[in-house]
Each structure stands twice: as structure tokens, then as C-alpha cells.
Nanobody, 122 residues
């Protein structure tokens, strides 16, 4: 199973983007999901995570109030709505999925997407 991430692009500071992630092949039922990002010269960080039910979510402090993670299990899709983007949000964003929400929170995942580039101009 591969995860396909899309929706990245170039946006001005203050703008918005919506990232989407869906598995190719079989659906990943019962899996938690997360969005990670990695900027040049920096370590990969977990941006947001969501449980299979959607009832539990997590955001890193720097995106709270600006980003929203959601999922539509009927369409096997996980999204990341990113509003009020800042230049420091620029990075390659990766979606990931795992049977364990705790593993996602710890930065590990069984399945990863290929990454989508987000560029924010000041």
C-alpha cells in the first residue's frame, strides 16, 4: 500500500492550502493517520495526527488554531487544511498511516506518502 499525498504548492503568507492523502490499493481501515513535515536542514516533525474514528487529534503547538486535520473514512481520505500560512510552514509534507495512533504520535508509521512540497512566500 502506498499513500498518495497531494495539494502542495506555492502560496503567499497568510494564504491557505489543503493537503489530501489517500492510499493506493487497499483501504487502510482502522488506521490512525498523521501529517509530518520536513524543512531543509531540519528534522522531520509531526504536524498533526488523527485517530481512526476521528475522535482524537493532535497538533504541534506552532500550527494550533491554523491547521485542521480531518478524515473521511468512506473515501479513505485524510486532509490537512492549512490556513494563515507562514514562511516557517514551508516544508515537504508527508502523510503517514499506522494501526497505532500512539506510534503515529511517536513519529513512526507503517505507511508513508511520497511528500508534497509547500512553499510560502513572504
Amino acid at each position: 500500500v502506498q499513500l498518495q499525498a497531494s495539494g502542495g504548492g506555492l502560496v503567499q503568507a497568510g494564504g491557505f492550502l489543503r493537503l489530501s492523502c489517500a492510499p493506493s490499493g487497499r483501504p487502510l481501515r482502522g488506521h490512525a493517520a498523521g501529517w509530518f513535515r520536513q524543512a531543509p536542514g531540519k528534522e522531520r516533525e509531526l504536524v498533526a495526527a488523527i485517530s481512526w474514528s476521528g475522535g482524537t487529534s493532535y497538533y504541534t503547538d506552532s500550527v494550533k488554531g491554523r491547521f485542521t486535520i480531518s478524515r473521511e473514512n468512506a473515501r479513505n481520505t485524510v486532509r490537512l487544511q492549512m490556513n494563515s500560512l507562514k514562511p516557517e510552514d514551508a516544508a515537504v509534507y508527508f502523510c503517514a498511516a499506522d494501526g497505532s495512533y500512539i506510534r503515529i504520535r511517536s513519529g513512526h508509521a507503517a505507511y508513508w506518502g511520497q511528500g508534497t512540497l509547500v512553499t510560502v512566500s513572504s
